[in-house]
């Protein structure tokens, strides 16, 4: 009798007890199957919910860079049509420079548009996206470039030091008196100083040496900006200003076309700062840049000035070499404009 | 004169059918109540002169009983360890989908900075960061509350289930006493017996206990780790409850018979029973996750802290996080117990605390220039916040004490302590799941053993009937007999 016995207790209290646990499974199950998640996810996973978490926090993570990419690519993309910008306005001043070269009147053709570039230089260096100052280096908060008007701290320095080198100011009639030789001395001394540090930075850039960098991704940092000190920029302005401020409408015209000025070797180490870029050997021939036919000059310096453009964009996907290829290749088109303006 | 005794026989059977049925219906009237024992009449042949009863049994399988009390004990433990971190998961995890642990906070403050470094100029980010920071000192103030809460909320239930424990062991006492006194003199005491065995499964749910029975039915109670409970006469259980609970707080022992039986100095510690699992959760499992949210926040200091930047070898100062303790540094590789409650975002870099939120990108939150790595003032200097991203992710050493990763990063640590938090919580529902399973099977089977079947009951009252009538009957032809023989005799 015993092993067939059943009290009648145990028989309701099983069924109640089966009917109590179907309830529970069937409410998580439900929840389960609205949601597709599991109903405690903490109880079922147990000690693998860490996994859960720190792949959740990987993921926000991975998240935020797109974001923050996408912004700096944003900047990045600000700088570039800037940069293009420049570049094709020095290209364009350089065939005007071409132009003018020989005619009768070739300095005061060529101060209207130089001036206007160099204004529009230093605009396109302090132009501002989000409240940052995109060529200012770290210095974002400061506007990089000083206006180049009279008043100005690096107007001023150009007049002083102008007037100190000759003995009278640029809109001086006594102005068609500087040989080409006191002119290239001039330029290659006194002027050139004023481009160059401490000078630049006192007068002309707040900015900061020092570049924006940017995380884009868990391990990678990389620079995100170009400073407005960079060689390529400075010489720009050099040559902008040159052509435009020191009393280029009364020079004589043998000092404006000067067929026979030999090239000055600082340019080539301005090449060489620019840094492993294979830029600064402009035709590929390695032969030296006054023998050159100015025109083939030219068109070298601008073919080239492409082709770095191109190459840095193919070369860098991503921020710093993109980036620093880009004032290479306006190293070529300043520097030539430069030397295009000074050979016959 | 046989006749006589013939009479006898009969009245003998109507006394023995008339016990049976009044124990039939005993028997029917505690077929639905737990705890209720089957009872028999044992029915014994008085030698020539028909029957009586010698007793009633009541059908039991101590083997049986004491496993219903063992899985009971340790269901009861395994339930209250599993409520508490049931409280603790739910506030400090919940679905990791919620991203409100500790660890996904600290994933939400990485964000933030890795923002903020991109656009080191904008105060904007910068506060966004600073409340990210914020999200991340409260969510470990908030789990601390919760941790020392559910320790304070067991150390009271631990002085209800010492009062419970008590409460029952003089019931033990009284009903005990009528058992010993009702078998001497040989009284029906299977009720006191069951009524015993029902005290006991109650007192199994707050305290493991062994049971062993002596002479006269006495019985003797002593918990799983073998201090008396109870011997003839109930012994004392105390504990001093404490009501605030603090991260370096250490509640008070439990003493039965003045043996020591929870706690670090337990000579005798018991190992089931809600009381057990109220200790384990208070004095253990609560504390341990206290000391990972204490590692997550002194590291959180350490990453967060400043070095002198002037030159002048000054000492590192706790920076966007600091405590009470500042500008000392905590420990290094130690547990800070209760750093996680105190630590907070440094007001100076709280825009709404009239701070700045730009010394972030910065430095010098402590209020001292020498610890500024900005010098240059530049709006967009990023250098300190890529070190603090990176320190972020760098791994650092924890106490090994605090059973998370001994060497990880801050997200990976706060990431090990909830894998260690959820752990717990699963094996205590599966040891809960799997001894509750047990019990209903224990249960299940004694109730088999000692329950009483409604129809067996039945078919056992028909029986029974049939030998009352048979007897009256037996004793209406005596009696018609005995007319006769007097109506033939007059």
Redesign the interface.
């Known amino acids: 009798m015993a092993t067939t016995f059943i009290a009648t207790n145990a028989i309701s209290t099983t069924l109640r007890v089966s009917a109590m646990k179907s309830r529970a499974a069937l409410s998580e199950a439900t929840k389960e199957a609205t949601t597709g998640r599991l109903a405690d996810v903490g109880l079922d996973l147990g000690a693998l919910t860490g996994r859960d978490v720190v792949l959740r926090a990987g993921l926000n993570d991975v998240d935020k860079l797109v974001d923050t990419n996408a912004l700096v690519s944003g900047h990045l993309d600000v700088t570039q049509e800037r940069l293009g910008s420049l570049i094709d306005t020095a290209t364009s001043f350089q065939k005007d420079l071409l132009a003018s070269r020989n005619s009768a009147n070739g300095g005061n053709i060529i101060a209207q548009p130089a001036a206007a570039n160099l204004q529009s230089l230093l605009a396109t260096l302090n132009v501002t996206m989000d409240g940052q100052h995109l060529f200012a280096g770290i210095n974002t908060a400061v506007q990089p470039m000083t206006d180049y008007a009279p008043g100005s701290a690096n107007k001023t320095a150009i007049d002083a030091a102008f007037f100190a080198a000759f003995g009278f100011a640029q809109n001086s009639p006594l102005v068609s008196t500087i040989t080409p030789a006191n002119m290239q001395t001039f330029l290659d001394t006194t002027f050139k100083t004023e481009f160059d540090d401490p000078a630049w930075g006192n007068n002309w850039s707040a900015a900061n040496d020092q570049v924006m960098t940017t995380r884009i991704s868990t391990t990678e940092t990389v620079d995100s900006s170009v400073s407005a000190n960079e060689p390529a920029f400075r010489k720009l302005a050099m040559a902008y200003t040159m052509l435009s401020d020191i009393g280029t409408q009364n020079l004589n015209q043998s000092v404006v076309s000067d067929r026979n000025r030999q090239r000055d070797p600082n340019h080539r180490r301005c090449h060489q700062r620019s840094g492993g870029n294979r830029c600064h050997d402009w035709n590929g021939t390695g032969e030296d840049h006054h023998r050159h036919q100015p025109a083939q000059g030219s068109g070298g310096s601008l073919h080239q000035a492409n082709q770095c453009h191109g190459s840095g964009r193919a070369g860098g996907s991503v921020g710093p070499r993109y980036q620093s290829a880009e004032p290479a290749g306006d190293v070529a088109v300043a520097d030539r404009t430069y030397s295009a303006a000074q050979h016959p | 004169m046989t006749l006589t005794v013939a009479l006898n026989s009969a009245r003998s059977s109507l006394m023995a059918t008339g016990m049976q049925t009044s124990v039939i219906s005993r028997n029917i009237a505690g077929?639905?109540?737990?705890g209720?024992s089957?009872k028999n009449v044992l029915v014994a042949t008085l030698p020539g002169n028909g029957v009586y009863v010698a007793g009633i049994q009541r059908a039991t399988s101590a083997g049986l009983f004491y496993n219903v009390l063992k899985a009971a004990s340790t269901t009861a433990k395994q339930d209250s360890l599993y409520n508490g971190l049931q409280k603790i998961?739910a506030t400090t995890?919940?679905?990791?989908?919620q991203?409100q642990?500790p660890?996904?906070e600290?994933?939400?403050l990485?964000?933030a900075l890795?923002?903020y470094?991109?656009?080191?100029?904008?105060a904007t980010l910068a506060q966004a960061a600073v409340n990210a920071a914020k999200g991340v000192a409260s969510s470990l103030n908030d789990a601390t509350k919760t941790v020392q809460s559910v320790r304070a909320d067991a150390d009271t239930d631990m002085a209800t289930s010492v009062s419970t424990i008590n409460q029952l062991l003089s019931q033990v006492d009284t009903v005990n006493t009528s058992i010993v006194k009702g078998t001497i003199a040989g009284s029906d005491i299977t009720d006191y017996l069951d009524l015993r065995d029902s005290i006991l499964s109650k007192l199994s749910q707050e305290v493991g206990i062994t049971v062993a029975t002596r002479a006269n039915n006495d019985m003797v109670v002593y918990t799983d780790s073998g201090v008396t409970l109870f011997e003839t006469k109930a012994r004392a259980v105390t504990f001093a409850p404490t009501n605030a609970y603090t991260a370096g707080t250490t509640g008070n022992a439990v003493y039965i018979d003045g043996v020591p039986v929870t706690g670090a100095g337990a000579v005798m510690p018991i190992h089931s029973g809600k009381l057990a699992g109220l200790a384990t959760l208070r004095d253990d499992a609560a504390v341990t996750y206290q000391s990972q949210l204490d590692e997550t926040a002194r590291g959180l200091i350490e990453t967060f802290a400043e070095s002198d930047q002037s030159g002048a070898a000054l000492p590192d100062v706790p920076g966007l996080f600091t405590y009470p303790g500042a500008p000392a540094m905590p420990p290094t590789a130690l547990i800070s117990a209760g750093l996680a409650g105190t630590i907070f975002v440094n007001p100076s870099v709280d825009q709404t605390a009239g701070g700045n939120p730009s010394l972030l990108r910065d430095g010098a939150i402590s209020g001292n220039a020498a610890y500024n790595y900005n010098t240059?003032n530049?709006?967009?200097?990023?250098?300190r916040l890529?070190q603090l991203?990176d320190g972020i992710?760098a791994n650092r050493p924890f106490d090994p004490s605090a059973q998370g990763k001994p060497n990880a990063s801050l997200?990976?640590f706060?990431?090990?302590?909830?894998?260690?938090?959820?752990?717990q919580?699963?094996?205590a529902?599966d040891e809960a799941t799997y001894s509750q399973t047990l019990l209903?099977r224990s249960?299940?089977a004694l109730?088999?053993?000692?329950?009483?079947?409604?129809?067996?009951e039945m078919s056992f009252m028909l029986q029974v009937e049939r030998t009352f009538s048979a007897s009256s009957k037996l004793i209406a032809t005596v009696d018609g007999m005995l007319k006769d023989l007097l109506a033939a005799v007059g």
Do not use: C
């Open positions: 077929a639905n109540q737990d209720y089957r998961a995890v919940d679905d990791p989908e991203d642990s660890a996904a600290l994933a939400k990485k964000s890795q923002q470094a991109t656009a080191p100029d904008n240059g530049n709006a967009g200097f990023s250098d890529q991203v992710a997200i990976d706060a990431g090990s302590s909830v894998s260690w938090l959820e752990s919580r699963k094996s529902s209903e249960a299940d109730s088999n053993v000692s329950g009483v079947n409604m129809d067996d």
